[in-house]
C-alpha cells in the first residue's frame, strides 16, 4: 500500500510541476503579447473576434479610416451584418463583408476566418479582439495559417498598453490573464480534436463532461 502511496505522491508533484512550468511559459507570451505598442498599417482585411464590449465598433472604426477593404466579423450572419452596417459603417465607406456565421469558440473564430483569409487570397489583415484574448487569438489564427505567407498585426480593442509587470495589474486584469492562460488549453485541446477527426462540433453538441468540469474547476469568477 505504501508504494502505491509514494506513487501518487510522485505523480501528483509531477503533475503540479508541469503544470507550473507550462504556466510559466505561458505567463512569459502573455505578459511579452499584452503591453506591446501596437503600430497599425494598412492592410488587406480587417478580420474580428465577437465576444467582448468594443470589438464591433473598433472593426467598423478601422474600415471607416481605410485600414483595409474587407471586414470579417466572427460570428455574424447577414441581417447582424445589415444592422451594424447602418449604426457603426460611415456613409460615404462602402462596407464588403466576408461572412463567416458559424464559430461559436475563439478556435472556430480561426479557422473559419482563416479559411475566408485563404479563399480571398488576402496576404495582410489586422485583427481584433480585446487585449488579454489577443494572445490566444492571435496564436491559433497564425497556427491555423502557418505557412501560407500571411501577415497578422494585432490592433487591439484598448488603445492604452498594460503594465509590463504583472504585478502592476489591477486584481481583475490578473483574473482575465489567469482566465485566457487556462482558456488557451481548451483551445489546444480542440485543435487536436480537429486534426484527429477533420471535423468541428455539430451545432448545439455539449462539451464533453471532463472539459465543463475542468473549466468550472479551474476558471475564476470575474465581477
Known amino acids: 500500500m505504501r508504494w502505491v502511496m509514494r506513487w501518487l ?4 508533484v509531477a503533475s503540479g510541476s508541469l503544470f507550473v512550468v507550462l504556466m510559466a511559459v505561458q505567463g512569459s507570451y502573455w505578459s511579452r503579447t499584452l503591453p506591446a505598442p501596437c503600430e ?3 492592410a488587406e482585411a480587417v478580420l474580428v473576434f465577437l465576444g467582448g464590449p468594443g470589438r464591433i465598433r473598433k472593426g467598423y ?4 479610416q481605410g485600414m483595409a477593404p474587407l471586414l470579417s466579423l466572427s460570428p ?3 441581417r447582424r451584418l445589415t444592422r451594424w452596417d447602418k449604426r457603426f459603417g460611415a456613409r460615404d465607406v462602402p462596407i464588403r463583408h466576408m461572412m463567416e456565421d458559424r464559430a461559436t469558440t475563439t478556435f472556430e473564430n480561426a479557422l ?9 487570397g488576402i496576404r495582410h489583415c489586422l485583427l481584433v479582439t480585446e ?3 489577443m494572445p490566444r487569438s492571435l496564436l491559433l489564427l497564425r497556427l491555423v495559417l502557418a505557412g501560407k505567407g500571411v501577415r497578422i498585426d494585432p490592433a487591439p480593442v484598448e488603445a492604452k498598453p498594460y503594465a509590463v509587470s504583472p504585478l502592476r495589474w489591477s486584481v481583475r486584469e490578473q483574473k482575465r490573464a489567469y482566465n485566457e492562460m487556462i482558456e488557451f488549453w481548451g483551445s489546444l485541446v480542440e485543435v487536436i480534436n480537429y486534426k484527429a477527426t477533420g471535423q468541428l ?3 448545439g453538441q455539449a462539451e464533453s463532461g471532463i472539459i465543463k ?3 468550472d474547476a479551474l476558471l475564476l469568477e470575474i465581477r
Open 61 to 64: 472604426d478601422l474600415t471607416n
Open 131 to 133: 487585449r488579454f484574448h
Open 213 to 215: 468540469y475542468l473549466r
Open 9 to 12: 505522491l510522485r505523480m501528483l
Open 40 to 42: 497599425i498599417r494598412q
Open 76 to 78: 455574424a450572419d447577414e
Open 112 to 120: 473559419l476566418t482563416g479559411r475566408l483569409i485563404e479563399a480571398h
Open 201 to 203: 462540433p455539430q451545432p
